[in-house]
């Protein structure tokens, strides 16, 4: 699933090509794309008719187009989905769900979505940690790329889990934008193994521990993001690079690229976790 940097390299996108300009109409080619629009796909395309878009933005994984008025355009892309910028005239995706035309002429914004896990729908704004976002969004903590991260306050929080600290990093009531490859990537950079109790950190190992996430994902946003496969790409159709410079993440039994110790891959959470057991030792104990 994409994380902070793959859609903030999406959100730079909409930036560019789709930001003040006027809708012109709105199509829904399958209904699942806007199942959280609960009104339906006529209201939906109503809704966006005539309306000019505002500047992208993005809280952790999810982003919205704000539309004059109070409302806003929120999309978050699951495992598959893919905003597109695409000419009128260009042929449809196989797995195009949306289509947004201008009254320009010019490029369409395409939703495309293999899987259909993701999702867009037109909504109202609300007030949340500091600034205004998307009403279904409110419960999702700040990410560590926003002016009103507090990181005194995350230290705080974190402390207070009494988790295992990549549970905490994946907890997107606590801080949002962290999936399974950048908290695998972050915990290398501090020498933290992810069960790890959130109450034995230190208030130094957790400063150091976020900057750690900010500097990988910083990383991957200068390469275009994260790509394992076609399905994730920018709003061009293009690939990220930033998996040539892993770590940790999907490099079980290769060399860790700090002390030579082969990397170990263990489940998490249906998922996979990846560590260095050397750099990155378990803990022998609770509160070790």
């Known amino acids: 699933m994409p994380e902070l940097p793959e859609v903030e390299v999406v959100r730079r996108g909409l930036e560019r090509w789709v930001s003040g300009r006027v809708v012109a109409r709105a199509e829904v080619l399958h209904p699942r794309a806007i199942r959280r629009h609960v009104p339906g796909a006529e209201e939906f395309a109503a809704r966006l008719k005539g309306r000019t878009i505002g500047s992208a933005e993005r809280r952790g994984k999810y982003l919205w187009l704000p539309l004059d008025g109070s409302d806003a355009i929120l999309a978050h892309l699951g495992m598959s989905g893919q ?7 260009a042929a449809p995706e196989k797995h195009l769900r949306v289509r947004i035309a201008f009254t320009d002429g010019g ?4 939703f495309v979505d293999q899987r259909t896990f993701g999702h867009v729908l037109v909504t109202s704004m609300a007030h949340s940690a500091g600034r205004s976002v998307p009403e279904p969004i409110v419960h999702i903590a700040a990410d560590p790329f ?12 974190l402390r207070a889990r009494q988790t295992e600290i990549k549970r905490a990093l994946l907890d997107q009531s606590l801080i949002s934008g962290v999936g399974n490859i950048y908290a695998d990537e972050a915990l290398w950079r501090a020498r933290l193994h992810g069960s790890r109790p959130t109450g034995a950190l230190t208030r130094p190992k957790i400063a150091e521990l976020l900057g750690a996430a900010r500097e990988v994902m910083s990383a991957a946003l200068a390469e275009g993001g994260t790509s394992f ?11 990220g690079y930033f998996d040539r410079s892993l770590a940790v993440y999907g490099r079980r039994d290769e060399p860790c690229s ?3 110790t082969p990397i170990v891959r ?4 249906n998922r996979s976790s990846y560590s260095c057991p050397r750099c990155q030792p378990r803990p022998r104990r609770a509160g070790a």
């Open 83 to 89: 905003l597109l910028v695409v000419e009128p005239d």
């Open 146 to 157: 926003e002016e009103h991260f507090d990181d005194d306050a995350f230290a705080r929080r």
């Open 258 to 260: 700090r002390c030579g």
């Open 266 to 269: 263990e489940s998490f959470m």
């Open 107 to 110: 490029p369409d914004l395409r």
């Open 229 to 239: 496969d076609s399905l994730y790409v920018n709003v061009n159709g293009e690939s």
